[in-house]
């Protein structure tokens, strides 16, 4: 049930027997998040119609690391970047290592809260690690929050569907990600709105006919359920307690929290009281403000943020921490999915008064994520429910389906798919990317020879993104 641990490079045991297939293309990601590195890797064989798939070791010790490297020294960011590296030469076949394999380390909210001097000197550090490991940099980079919702989208929409969407494809898909430092949302809204603001225009071509998706994308920094956590606490306990009671956490649980970061004390003795219905109600108005002033009628999300309303019939996933605290408190397996928001608030509230699987003193012994368990089914019914507006009131809307889990059709739901995806067709495609947003403009482009006899699509009836533009 853990989804990070530490393990040291000493302690990654030998090298794995288990590999891609020979004749396969790889391609690497490490998604660099807040709270801790993943490395994923992704195989598929050369040909018109591939099938990208995500390899799953049969044993995944040291594939996650915490830290995050945006919490780290550069150099000790760059040391565990060199060991996700080390692991993967053992599980990626000879004959891709002789070819050549990518890597692409996209770091995520916890990187964006840094300043910039902060990220170069990480990014720094990481990229000559790399030049000195068997693979070939593709890009090492700071993510922006919209570019995470849109890789989650294309991710989502290919594990639903085995292809990208297409104007007569088949029904859409919605991405919701809650991460450790940001939330994102991904998903078409309706061919009537023209509103730009949170929009990726994102083209696909298929036998060189190119259909235009705008697609909504956008993400909420210091919404993840971490940074939420430590938002929550200062609007419960005030910037002078050293001592405070928290109804977002389990009844008699005892911590101490650093709270300096948004200028709270730096060592908060706090107790839980275990009031779920309370923890809720200051969710919502202390962390999603939904009494601030929505510009855009009744189209509006968390802080007044736009969001459209969503397209009918359309099916949407909610993964990462929308699942984990819900799997903690028994709400769903570990291997399972649900669509009952009610289980939030049901098991949430058994947990938080410790007559669900542990009580205070059991927790106290190895809190671990089930810390915030409490307070993060508070919060991810929050944002579904209120945020986004999924089943309540008018917004309701009896043709969405939402699903919370882990993993789309037995694979990880991950932004890393989508850039996988993406990535991966970079050789065969000349292209241009640009991309906006409120703080930063990014724009890049890459030219290369198109070969007929090598050029892979997403499946037979797409292929992968040519383009992704960001308008605000």
């Not at 996650?64 to 599980?91: F, R, V, Y």
């Not at 219905?277 to 108005?285: H, L, Q, T």
């Amino acid at each position: 049930m853990n989804r990070f641990f530490f393990l040291a490079l000493a302690c990654l045991g030998p090298a794995a027997e288990a590999a891609t297939p020979d004749g396969d293309t790889a391609l690497l990601v490490i998604d660099a998040g807040s709270s801790g590195s993943r490395l994923k890797i992704f195989h598929w064989t050369p040909g018109l119609t591939p099938s990208y798939k995500q390899y799953e070791p049969s044993d995944d010790d040291g594939f996650k690391l915490t830290p995050g490297i945006s919490s780290q020294t550069p150099g000790k960011a760059a040391e565990d970047i060199s060991s996700l590296l080390t692991l993967a030469e053992s599980h990626v076949s000879a004959g891709a290592l002789k070819t050549g394999v990518r890597v692409y380390i996209g770091a995520t909210a916890g990187m964006r809260l840094l300043e910039n001097n902060g990220q170069d000197q990480r990014w720094s550090a990481i990229r000559e690690a790399v030049q000195t490991s068997k693979f070939i940099l593709g890009k090492a980079i700071t993510l922006t929050g919209e570019e995470e919702a849109v890789f989650g989208w294309l991710s989502a929409s290919y594990l639903e569907n085995g292809a990208l969407p297409t104007d007569d494809g088949p029904e859409t898909v919605g991405s919701l990600d809650l991460g450790g430092a940001s939330t994102q949302a991904a998903f078409l809204p309706p061919s009537s709105v023209h509103l730009l603001a949170n929009k990726f225009r994102v083209d696909i071509s298929h036998n060189g006919i190119r259909s235009t998706s705008n697609t909504y994308a956008n993400s909420w920094l210091r919404s993840g359920n971490d940074q939420a956590h430590t938002r929550m606490l200062l609007a419960e306990c005030g910037q002078d307690s050293a001592i405070c009671t928290s109804a977002c956490h389990m009844k008699d649980f005892r911590f101490t929290e650093d709270l300096s970061a948004y200028g709270g004390q730096p060592a908060v003795d706090v107790t839980g009281s275990g009031d779920w219905p309370a923890c809720y109600a200051k969710i919502k108005s202390d962390l999603l403000h939904l009494d601030y002033e929505c510009l855009f009628g009744t189209q509006c999300a968390a802080a007044a943020s736009y969001f459209p309303k969503p397209l009918g019939k359309s099916k949407w996933y909610a993964y990462a921490a929308f699942f984990y605290p819900l799997s903690d408190v028994g709400g769903v397996g570990w291997n399972d999915a649900t669509s009952d928001l009610k289980l939030y608030e049901t098991k949430g509230t058994e947990w938080c008064s410790g007559l669900g699987s542990k009580n205070a003193t059991e927790l106290m012994e190895d809190p671990g994520y089930e810390k915030l368990s409490c307070f993060g089914t508070a919060h991810a019914y929050a944002i579904l429910v209120d945020g986004y507006g999924f089943g309540v009131g008018d917004k309701e809307n009896p043709d969405l389906k939402l699903v919370i889990t882990r993993k789309i059709n037995g694979t990880e739901a991950s932004w890393a798919f989508g850039a996988a995806l993406y990535y991966g067709q970079e050789v065969f495609y000349d292209y241009k990317i640009s991309m906006s947003g409120d703080d930063q403009c990014v724009e890049s482009s890459a030219s290369t020879k198109l070969s007929a006899e090598r050029l892979v699509m997403i499946s037979g009836l797409i292929a992968i993104a040519n383009t992704i533009m960001a308008f605000l």
